[in-house]
């Protein structure tokens, strides 16, 4: 007897079972990493609204092509169940089906007396961009998005990875935004369809992207990831009420400022709304208990003139790695032979009125603020053993104010715990008032490279209301 069941119903050792789903997204064919086979993954959605991925593989791809249609309603018995690898990130249910040429998959069509389609799904579970910088961010962890694109960049290679890319920027309906980087071949199929749209439609498009990543490699931002989707302007509820919110604020989003907040990207940057967001101090946010994105207004100094101000790492999956050596090398976690490739990073001091704190920038935000690229500074203090000369820097920020986006985090060693703070956005407001108070200069042993986070440390700035003015060291020379 076949047993109609729902998907959680469905369990490894289930038999001769029957399940009405509709296809809620489709994937690309794509090549396996091992490049053995090909495969296309499906999700679908039963009766109840709950969710399974499904998998094509090789032949059956074609086989199925015709038949397997987006929104539409089928009747799949007898699928092959596995249980969901973790691997390339959270799965949307323990399980999934394997489609092959011995599962019996019918359509349900309009005209069926007996069976109906399903309605148009309504079910998204969409990560706001508010809560984003909340998450606690790992190399598994991925997010559903749904939001406007404002501007579209065009194909290019990320540095001396030769690895391509396309970068795009998103927002909500609060106008937060966040640079979304579509790698590979998501550049060339999804990027090319959006840029293609934008330069003839009308209004802004919407974006649905299932199985997005989140990167602190940019500061913040998204990223595609191997089982990624991409859907330009799909048919949900909630796109349709972000379209329509998209049109009616079409001149005032187009007119979103982006060239005053230092970001990671030349394109646009990851801007959230702090309007409901606490303004701290420093020695409130030394003391704060709790993790995630905060804000502070303080003037910025580099007073370690000892550190590397970059580290190398794999092109690929953007470990790092303490040598100093570029030489390729087999990489354990992409299972390749790869390059290293520089990153820069290094520690910047921050001071108010209530004390002063070391936070960790790096990245295309740190070569903006360093006003150099991490080929140039890997080039400088590593193969020729220099020191880099930051008197511009040190000119460059003296005497002003920030408004800073850092990102709290803690890790264990043993019993203690330990906080990290790391810039993810900065914004100057005005310039600071001149102080006679000039703050002593702290010499800071050179840095290994695993210590690019360091903990967050507080020193009492005395009564003073005015912010101290920050005095640049005496630049030494590394030996």
């Keep these: 007897m076949v047993l109609r069941l729902n998907i959680d119903q469905i369990e490894l050792p289930t038999r001769d079972w029957i399940c009405k789903v509709q296809i809620v997204e489709i994937s690309r064919p794509r090549e396996s990493i091992d490049k053995k086979c090909t495969f296309q993954n499906f999700i679908l959605e039963d009766e109840e609204e709950c969710q399974i991925k499904a998998v094509l593989y090789s032949d059956e791809i074609e086989q199925y092509a015709d038949t397997l249609k987006l929104l539409h309603t089928y009747l799949i018995s007898t699928a092959k169940v596995k249980v969901s690898p973790t691997s390339y990130g959270k ?3 323990k399980l999934y089906w394997i489609l092959d040429k011995e599962t019996v998959i019918a359509e349900i069509k309009p005209s069926d007396a007996v069976e109906k389609p399903l309605p148009l799904p309504t079910k998204l579970n969409i990560t706001t961009f508010d809560r984003i ?5 790992d190399s598994a962890a991925e997010i559903d998005i749904l939001a406007i694109v404002l501007r579209c960049g065009p194909q290019k290679n990320a540095g001396r ?6 970068e795009i920027t998103l927002c909500d309906n609060q106008k937060n935004q966040f640079l979304f980087t579509l790698w590979e071949d ?25 199985s997005i990543g989140i990167s602190t490699y940019h500061g913040l931002s998204l990223q595609t990831r191997y089982n990624s989707t991409v859907r330009v302007n799909p048919n949900y509820p909630q796109a349709v009420a972000l379209m329509n919110w998209a049109k ?9 400022p982006s060239d005053k907040t230092s970001t990671s990207s030349s394109i646009a940057p990851m801007r959230v709304n702090t309007a409901a967001q606490q303004l ?8 704060a208990s709790s993790m995630g994105v905060l804000s502070v207004d303080a003037q910025m100094a580099i007073l370690d003139e000892f550190q590397d101000f970059c580290v190398l790492e794999c092109s690929g999956c953007k470990q790092k790695k303490r040598t100093k050596d570029r030489k390729d090398f087999d990489c354990p976690k992409c299972k390749r032979t790869t390059a290293l490739v520089p990153r820069c990073s290094f520690q910047i001091d921050l001071l108010d009125n209530t004390g002063t704190t070391t936070a960790s920038i790096s990245a295309e935000l740190g070569e903006k603020l360093l006003s150099m690229t991490a080929e140039d500074i890997f080039e400088i203090t590593c193969t020729k053993r220099q020191s880099l000369s ?7 920020l003296s005497d002003r104010l920030f408004n800073i986006q850092l990102r709290k985090s803690s890790w264990a060693s043993s019993n203690t715990t330990h906080a990290t703070l790391s810039i993810l956005s900065y914004m100057e407001k005005q310039h600071a008032p001149h102080t006679t108070t000039d703050r002593t200069s702290k010499k800071i042993k050179p840095l290994e490279i695993s210590e690019v986070e360091v903990t967050a440390t507080t020193t009492a700035a005395g ?3 005015a912010p101290p003015k920050f005095q640049p060291p005496t630049p030494a020379k590394k030996v």
Excluded at 161 to 166: E, T
């Design 91 to 93: 799965p949307i249910h």
């Design 133 to 137: 910088p909340h998450l606690l961010v």
């Design 161 to 166: 990875s030769h690895h391509r890319c396309r």
């Design 186 to 210: 998501f550049g060339e199929i999804e990027g090319h369809e959006i840029a293609s749209q934008m330069a003839t439609a009308a209004d802004l498009l919407i974006i649905l992207g299932r």
């Design 248 to 256: 009616e604020n079409k001149t005032a989003l187009l007119s979103c």
């Design 280 to 287: 701290l101090s420093i020695a409130d946010i030394s003391s």
């Design 390 to 396: 930051l008197n511009h820097v040190h000119e460059m």
């Design 463 to 465: 009564s003073s209301n």
